[in-house]
Every structure is written in structure tokens, then in C-alpha cells.
């Protein structure tokens, strides 16, 4: 996307993509004006491409999602609207941009984000130039941080996502502020393999060579944490670290971990299965001590941002299955994925230099773990 300019392609013969070249005639389409006859219809923005036999398609993102299609990568046609219809789960404000659009199993997926709330996506058809949606999901909810997703095909076949963590330091109106100060805007979160279940339901898990990271393991089995209580994970400590671990919830209302925790809990971030809510939750109102770090829930963006102090995203485990957490940590980032079925993303930004350790508790009855294992996570890059 150009700015102030439109949709723009660039070429590159480039064995290692350092090296390309911008078409002539960029932008190849520019957004419509008020009063051009085409306004409404389509936006030059966060554009999508790929190649199907001798032709070229493009999505184009924006309030609605467009499709576009050339032969020569130059001159492209407007199709019309990509989606055949929406969801009941989208809220009528919800933009569609950073769409990436794939095959998945048998099925489509189009991934993409909306401004107010962040990742998301549907699985659907995909036939005579049209995506038919079946299934909308979030990957984002309020206070989250998962957002500007993007997608590959590794050599092994997988499809391979990562997003844009956003900084939650950033705000709309003093980005530029808080990134001259602090030195970048956001990171990425770790790559996550896409792929459907039997079931025909995503699943989303952290790629295996994660696991070339892992030092210092620490192994607990048979674990009983009793109701209304909290028992400290012993001889770790760890702002950077893996976390594995199964729960068997037993008649617990609400269950779960607390990272990060300084001596006296004066920090900690809650990562729970709440049964009565359906929902897993990562409460962050005592992450840190920073006052100046306030979480605001977008989705109510169009009429005032709102403060939070908790990310919860409606999950539901069927009973009698238990609960896998496995959870990533690394400073201010904490990747949480349940199941293999859901990833939450969140930022935290602890103050005290001893807000390193973990605890487990129960809330309304006793839980079973019957393994456990934490490892410390060394740099990909050491140098």
C-alpha cells in the first residue's frame, strides 16, 4: 500500500528478495474520490495477492474486502465484494485489512484484522471468484495484542503465522512519542503453524523448533493444588521461559497460573480457565507497577476507549477433557496457547527486577496436574 497513493506492486528477481523494482505504473489502482462514480465500492488499501493459472487476484482490505484480477500485474479489473455474505459475530464497525487468504485442509481461510479489535479470521468456500464464510473466530479480544497478521508456506508444507504484538505503550494519539522513547513500536510473536483438526476446527500451535530454546528444565508431576489456594512452582525463577502443563479441573470454578510474581504479589499476570465463564483469561491489573500503562478495550473504540484489566476470550472445553497450557513468556510478551485449539497474546511490563516467579492456584475446588515442566528460553540470536 502506498500511502496517499493507493495499491502498489513491486517486482524482484532476486534469489534472497533484496533487491526489487516498483512498476511504472504504480499505484495500479488508486481509491476512489467523493463524487467518482466507483466511490463506495472499493478502497486502494492493505492489499493481498496470488497467482491461479494465467491469472493474477488481489484483495483489496479496508471497510470491505474487494477483489481484483489481471493478467499482466498492470491493468486490473475490479470483480466486486470478496465476501459473499458476513457473520453474525462481526460487529457492524469492523474494517477487514491485513487479509491473507490461503487453502487450509479442505477449506479456505481468510485471516485478516479489524482496527477496533485485532486478528481474526474465517473458514469458508471458495468458488466462482467468491469466499463463502462458514466460521468467524477472534485471535484478539480486548486489551489483547495480536494484531497485523501475516502467513507462509514453509519448505515442510505448513502453513506458518505471526503477527504484529502491539506495544501497550502504543497509543493513537502518541505513538510516535512513546516509539522515541522507548526505541521500537511492538515485536513479533512467535511463529504459529496453522492447520484444521478432524474435527474441522483450527488448530494453532507454536512450531517444534521452539523447543532448540529450552534450558534449565524444571519437571513436577502429580501436583494437587487444594481450593482456594496457591502453590509456588519451587528453584525457578524466570522472565524469559516455556511453561507446560496439563489440568485436570475437577470441580475448580476458576484455575490456572500466575507468572511473574514478585515475592509478595505486589506484580503478577493470572493466565485461567474460568468454567462458570467458559472463557480463558489473562488478568493483568497487577502486571506492573508502571502507572502510566493502561490497557483500553477497542472494540468500544467508536465510543471511547474503555480501560481493562483483563483479556478474556469465550473458549469452551468440553467436559471431562482436561486443560493444556503452554505458555511462552519473554519479558514483555506472554504467548498463551490452550489445547492447541487458541492462542492468547498479551503484554506485560513488570517493574521489579525480582517479578520472576510462578504460582498455581484453584479457585471453588482442588485441581490435578499430573505433569509439569518449565524451562528457561535462551536468545535465537546470542550474539
Known amino acids: 500500500h502506498g500511502t496517499k497513493a493507493g495499491n502498489c506492486i513491486a517486482i524482484s528477481d532476486d534469489e534472497d528478495l533484496n533487491v526489487w523494482k516498483k512498476l511504472p505504473s504504480n499505484p495500479i489502482v488508486t481509491s476512489p474520490k467523493k463524487g467518482d462514480p466507483d466511490y463506495g465500492k472499493y478502497s486502494s488499501w492493505d492489499p493481498h495477492g496470488w497467482l491461479d493459472g494465467d491469472t493474477y487476484y488481489a484483495i483489496f482490505g479496508g471497510k470491505k474486502s474487494t477483489l481484483f484480477t489481471s493478467t ?5 479489473n475490479y470483480y466486486g465484494d470478496f465476501l459473499a455474505h458476513d457473520m453474525p459475530n462481526v460487529e457492524p464497525f469492523e474494517d477487514l485489512s491485513c487479509p491473507d487468504f490461503f487453502k ?4 479456505y481461510m481468510l485471516m485478516g484484522i479489524s482496527h477496533s479489535i485485532g486478528a481474526r479470521y ?3 468456500e471458495f468458488k466462482d471468484n467468491k469466499f463463502y464464510p462458514e466460521h468467524h473466530e477472534r485471535m484478539n479480544w ?3 495484542a495480536c494484531f497485523a497478521n501475516e502467513s507462509m508456506v514453509d519448505p515442510q508444507g505448513r502453513r506458518i503465522m505471526w503477527t504484529w504484538a502491539i506495544d501497550s505503550r502504543f497509543k493513537w494519539d502518541n505513538h510516535e512519542e512513546i516509539i522515541e522513547n522507548v526505541g521500537w513500536s511492538g515485536t513479533m510473536t512467535l511463529p504459529r503453524v496453522l492447520s484444521l483438526g478432524s474435527d474441522g476446527a483450527l488448530r494453532i500451535q507454536p512450531v517444534e523448533e521452539l523447543k532448540t530454546l529450552r534450558s534449565n528444565h524444571r ?4 501436583i494437587t493444588v487444594a481450593a482456594n489456594s496457591e502453590s509456588k512452582v519451587p528453584d525457578f525463577q524466570g522472565d524469559a521461559f516455556e511453561l507446560d502443563m496439563t489440568i485436570d479441573p475437577g470441580s475448580a470454578s476458576n484455575f490456572g497460573v500466575k507468572i511473574r510474581c514478585s515475592p509478595n504479589g505486589e506484580e503478577e499476570t493470572i493466565i485461567s480457565y474460568n468454567t462458570k465463564k467458559k472463557s480463558i483469561i489473562i488478568n493483568f491489573e497487577k502486571s506492573t507497577l508502571d502507572t502510566s500503562i ?5 472494540i468500544f473504540r467508536e465510543e471511547g476507549r474503555k480501560t481493562i484489566t483483563q483479556q478474556v476470550a469465550p473458549f469452551e472445553i468440553p467436559p471431562g477433557e482436561k486443560v493444556k497450557f503452554r505458555i511462552f513468556a519473554d519479558r514483555s510478551i506472554v504467548e498463551v496457547f490452550v489445547n492447541d485449539r487458541i492462542c492468547l497474546t498479551q503484554r506485560i511490563y513488570p517493574t521489579r527486577d525480582d517479578s520472576q516467579g510462578i504460582k498455581l492456584f484453584a479457585e471453588g475446588g ?9 524451562w528457561k528460553m535462551q536468545p535465537s540470536n546470542p550474539w
Open 366 to 374: 482442588e485441581v490435578q496436574i499430573p505433569g509439569l515442566s518449565v
Open 104 to 107: 487450509l485442509g479442505d477449506k
Open 219 to 222: 519437571a513436577l508431576k502429580d
Open 72 to 76: 499482466n500485474l498492470e491493468d486490473w
Open 122 to 124: 474465517y473458514l469458508g
Open 142 to 144: 480486548g486489551g489483547g
Open 294 to 298: 493502561t490497557y483500553q478495550n477497542y
